[in-house]
């Protein structure tokens, strides 16, 4: 006889979930005036923990192959490779010593726990390893008030890289964090930095990204300290940007946490995959998105740091294809926010460790790749690998690409917000359209859908995998021409493993396309998405 418990449980397992509702996506299909300005094609880039920069991409002698063909693989998509930014917490620990044989050199102390970073020459034939044309943000040193230090780091940079390699510098990592700074101190002394760095280097145009905040902004917006905390807006307000020194602004976004046990509790597969929720939060920003892009031009507001749980992901949930999801509609609904470009976190938790954190040592469970083998895994490449894929083909090699999120939409107010919406999914259906404004009738009908069924399936679940069905009727300029759909598929929401994964039917585990491409062509207008699964249609 089986166990009354046990009979609920298997029965819960054994029940089907039901699809959802067919959705029509409703016109007018013309450019929406809340789309985004044009897309930079650099949109997905990385942010790489300085310390750990050396196990990413190796060095001279030893070039990590994976870490490099995975960059080209992007690049081939779009014509530029992604963005790579040199930081994270241990740059505040990180140190210039012209004498240093070896690349990057790292002290940690017999517990585990990093205390700095020195890096030499040689580090700059590390970097030389990335593909042609990628540019760099480096990090300096704000947590010691030393400003010899960074000026020093700061000058190595500048003779260790090319010009068209160096992108902009950031002073300090985080800095909301750490020596009791407000928005007044902490710009009298990046500003003066700032000034003082580029006069050394004889910097004529602004080259300096602001703030790399962490804390999320205070809602709502005009509860009292609101204004008072430290970001990219109350940092130019005090005056951070008086000598012309900010190319772009920077903040950092971790929607979930593993830090300590409040917060672990509530980082899962389905409270991470859900738009509802992501729009919740990204939403947060709009205002300060507007009020920078104001001051800076529309490519300058950009998140420099993100990934979906902070202090190193979640195991069962960072390193699934529930990821892969989530890092796609992050990224679409950001570039619909008219963030520029967004810099994916890999790193590992070395430092400034806590007792109440879920993990230590090895690399991250967010990464999109293991390079090496560590405490964590082995060898490997995570599904959410193949969300850049997407996005990356998505974008295509075009500079006049704008993006609008079609539904949910857009409120009065700007946000999409899906329950406000009505959106009986429950935030689990999204379509995103791309209008390129250098074709003809640029402006009547997009190019390209990106639709996504955030609707969890598990590969463990018995029964019919559910599906919706989009009808893109309105969207279609010639509907007597078939649409060629690419989908992002793997068998759930809860596998880890790349070889499962597949992008246009072909999966990325050795670093490399392995399977024949896959794409279907339909007279249809109704395109059917499994659940956990995503699709870009070409018009």
């Known amino acids: 006889m089986i166990p009354l418990t046990l009979f609920c449980i298997l029965a819960g397992i054994l029940k089907p979930a039901l699809s959802l509702s067919p959705l029509r996506l409703q016109g007018p299909p013309t450019l929406p005036e809340d789309a985004s300005h044009p897309l930079n094609p650099a949109l997905a880039s990385f942010s790489i923990e300085t310390a750990f920069f050396e196990e990413f991409f190796g060095n001279a002698s030893a070039p990590n192959q994976l870490s490099l063909n995975l960059l080209e693989n992007i690049k081939s998509r779009t014509g530029v490779p992604p963005e790579i930014r040199i930081g994270g917490i241990t740059a505040d620990s990180t140190h210039w010593d012209p004498n240093q044989k070896v690349a990057l050199s790292n002290f940690i102390d017999s517990t585990g726990a990093l205390h ?99 804390e999320d902004p205070i809602w709502p917006y005009d509860t009292p300290g609101a204004s008072s905390a430290l970001d990219c807006v109350s940092a130019l307000a005090a005056g951070s940007n008086k000598d012309n020194v900010v190319a772009t602004c920077s903040e950092h976004t971790y929607q979930y946490s593993v830090c300590d046990p409040p917060r672990i509790a509530v980082a899962t597969l389905p409270n991470l995959v859900n738009h509802t929720r992501l729009a919740e939060y990204l939403d947060l920003w709009q205002p300060r998105i507007k ?192 649409v060629t759909i690419r989908r992002l598929q793997a068998p759930g929401a809860d596998v880890k493993a790349a070889n499962l994964t597949t992008w246009a039917g072909q999966n990325f585990a050795s670093g490399e396309a392995a399977g024949a491409l896959k794409e279907e062509k339909q007279s249809s207008s109704k395109i059917s998405v499994q659940a956990s699964e995503a699709v870009l249609v070409v018009l």
Not at 178 to 202: D, E, R, V
Not at 385 to 414: K, V, W
Not at 453 to 470: D, K, M, V, Y
């Open 116 to 214: 700095n970073t020195t890096l030499g020459p040689q580090f700059w034939k590390s970097v030389g390893l990335l593909p042609q044309g990628t540019k760099i943000i480096m990090t300096l040193d704000l947590h010691d008030l030393d400003f010899e230090g960074a000026l020093s780091m700061a000058e190595a940079t500048v003779k260790g890289l090319s010009p068209s390699q160096f992108l902009s510098f950031e002073i300090g990592n985080e800095p909301d964090h750490y020596l009791s700074f407000t928005p007044q101190n902490y710009t009298s002394i990046w500003a003066t930095w700032a000034k003082n760095i580029s006069a050394a280097l004889n910097i004529k145009t602004p080259k300096f990204q602001i703030a790399a905040t962490v």
């Open 291 to 482: 009020s920078v892009r104001a001051q800076l031009g529309d490519d300058s507001f950009v998140i420099g740091e993100y990934n979906s749980v902070s202090c190193s992901g979640k195991d069962g949930v960072s390193n699934t294809f529930g990821q892969a999801l989530w890092l796609l509609d992050t990224t679409l609904y950001a570039a619909s926010l008219n963030v520029s470009r967004l810099y994916l976190h890999q790193g590992g938790p070395l430092a400034l460790q806590s007792s109440t954190q879920l993990n230590h040592g090895g690399l991250s469970f967010y990464d999109m790749w293991y390079p090496v083998q560590n405490q964590n895994g082995a060898i490997q490449v995570f599904p959410s690998y193949s969300s850049y894929l997407f996005i990356a083909e998505a974008l295509g090699r075009s500079t006049s690409l704008r993006i609008s999120n079609i539904f949910p939409s857009r409120q009065a107010n700007g946000s999409s917000i899906t329950t406000a919406l009505g959106d009986e999914s429950a935030g689990q259906l999204v379509a995103y359209g791309f209008w390129d404004t250098s074709k003809p009738n640029a402006h009547s009908f997009p190019t390209k859908l990106a639709l996504i069924n955030l609707q969890i399936f598990n590969q463990t679940e018995i029964g019919q995998r559910p599906s919706a069905e989009f009808d893109i009727t309105e969207y279609r300029q010639n509907k007597n021409r078939p």
